[in-house]
């Protein structure tokens, strides 16, 4: 009895040790908090959205058709029979044949020059879509970055708002402030209320068509890193103007049409 008794206590003993051990051990650190680069997005939105992947697939069937083009078309062999003769009936007629297909005058050139500007064109499209994706995708950055902030912003001066809210109706209660006071404090704490909720609506929609564009529309909302108030770096015109009009994607499907 006295050996069950004491091993009891040392089981509570222990017990008890264990659980001030765990309570005086210091809490998990927080996970740290994601952010996510226009680099990563645009990366996301090269991979996954749709349009890009459908001008990828245009480009790879007209290599496919120059490949094709390169070769003389297939030859057709080809088996008949004949065994219904009204005269002699127990004589069949059998014919094994073959065709080839001859190109002659230098059609085959002209058919590989044909679909060669067909790849130019196709290649121009490409790189046109993936440059809008791009466009579109650093535009809703800069917007859900903007309106992120603005949500910060709101949300101090409502906080604020609740603050001035709780201090008037104490003034009031003392004496030291009037009514009308009170509800011109109570009525701006409700309009930056509605504030707060408008830009979160916003933010929301800024975000689902930034998930769309990036070819993720469940895509959670995370934290972006950015710089709204950093310098932007001068653009000088004229270079870009002569790039566009030398490398423009647009020119050069209208140079492939035409040729």
Known sequence: MNCYRITLLGALFAFGAAASAQAQAPPPAPPAQRFLTLQELERL?????PTVGQADAIVRSVLGRRSQTSVYPNPIVGYSADDITARNPDRSKHFLWAQQSIITGGKRRHVQAAVEQERIHAEAEKD???QRVL???RVSFYEVLGLSRLVEIRRELAAVAREAVGVSEELFNVGQADRPDVLEVGIEAQRTELELTKAENDLARAWADLALMVGDPDLPITPLAGDLEAEVPAVDEA???????????????ARARVA
């Open 135 to 137: 466009n579109a995708v």
């Open 239 to 253: 270079a870009i103007r002569k790039r566009v009009l030398e490398d423009g994607p647009e020119l050069k499907i």
């Open 128 to 130: 046109m879509q993936r």
């Open 45 to 49: 939105a090269l991979e996954k959205n």
